[in-house]
């Protein structure tokens, strides 16, 4: 047993960066509860006496309550929480439908908040633990045809931003990853992807070289998820983990121009902003 071997819960645990992050707890010693599609799941991750898989869509809040009622049962306590899992709902906003935006919040943010709510009572009573959220660098900065998905993952950083507060009183730390482009499988359809369901005229030829843009980067993304699982286990070790973690060169490139541009639009309206008080 390692010194500091701890329990990882790892939502979409069946491909993408779950297989990855689980990949990495295991061979770093610790013990995972992988949840998702269960024979996905034992593909993917095979087995081991540390390692639990349990069917979970993060949907239904009573799933999370039995995953991890099932953790609990096996493992005793649960130590970090990786709300990995997620889908992508791609197109111009006027294109992606109402039920197709509301799809998208219900597995990444309310997903999330529901394996949250079932996991920390366990957390409060072990008055220790670690909730980690993957975001996006979409959840920082917007972008064309992304509308419904960078929707979803800048509520999520509010969310997770404003748990921190809620939680540090009982030693649960929290921490949001925000990736850039890694080689998984959210560009894949029938995967991951969803396209919108709409068709405008006006975005007609827009959506016709936009879509084959995003289907060639499947397989040519930079990132390498497995180097991204080994890091995120390193940055949960941490006696003060992040609050936020950027994750891949283009993340960072893209965020740190983002808070550039912030200043520079507060500093081009300065005066105008800081006397807005009533005269005294």
Do not use: C
Not at 22 to 40: E, I, N, S, Y
């Amino acid at each position: 047993m390692t010194e500091n071997r701890e329990v990882w819960m790892i939502t979409g645990a069946g491909r993408g960066m779950g297989v990855d992050i689980a990949k990495a707890a295991l061979a770093a010693g610790h013990q995972v509860v992988a949840t998702g599609r269960t024979g996905t799941v034992e593909s993917a991750l095979g087995a081991s006496d540390d390692l639990l898989i349990v069917q979970l869509d993060l949907t239904k809040p009573g799933d999370a309550e039995e995953a991890t009622a099932a953790a609990i049962d096996r493992f005793g306590r649960i130590d970090v929480l990786v709300n990995n899992a997620a889908n992508f709902y791609a197109g111009y906003f006027e294109e992606t439908s109402d039920a197709q935006v509301r799809a998208q919040l219900e597995t990444n943010l309310f997903g999330p908040m529901n394996v949250t709510r079932a996991v920390l009572p366990i957390m409060r009573k072990q008055r220790s633990g670690h909730i980690i959220t993957i975001s996006s660098q979409a959840g920082i900065v917007g972008g064309e045809f992304i509308a419904a998905y960078a929707t979803s993952k800048l509520a999520v950083e509010g969310w997770m931003e404003s748990l921190r507060y809620d939680l540090e009183p009982y030693g649960i730390r929290t921490t949001i990853v925000e990736p850039g482009f890694f080689r998984t499988e959210l560009l894949v359809e029938d995967a991951s992807t969803i396209w919108a369901e709409l068709s405008i005229d006006d975005y007609a030829d827009r959506t016709a070289v936009t879509i084959p843009g995003w289907r060639n980067m499947n397989g040519q993304q930079a990132g390498d998820p497995a180097k991204l699982g080994t890091a995120l286990v390193r940055i949960a070790g941490e006696d003060h983990p992040p609050l936020r973690w950027v994750a891949g060169a283009d993340a960072v490139a893209v965020i740190e121009q983002k808070a550039r541009d912030i200043l520079a639009q507060i500093d081009a309206h300065r005066e105008l902003s800081i006397h807005l008080a009533h005269d005294a």
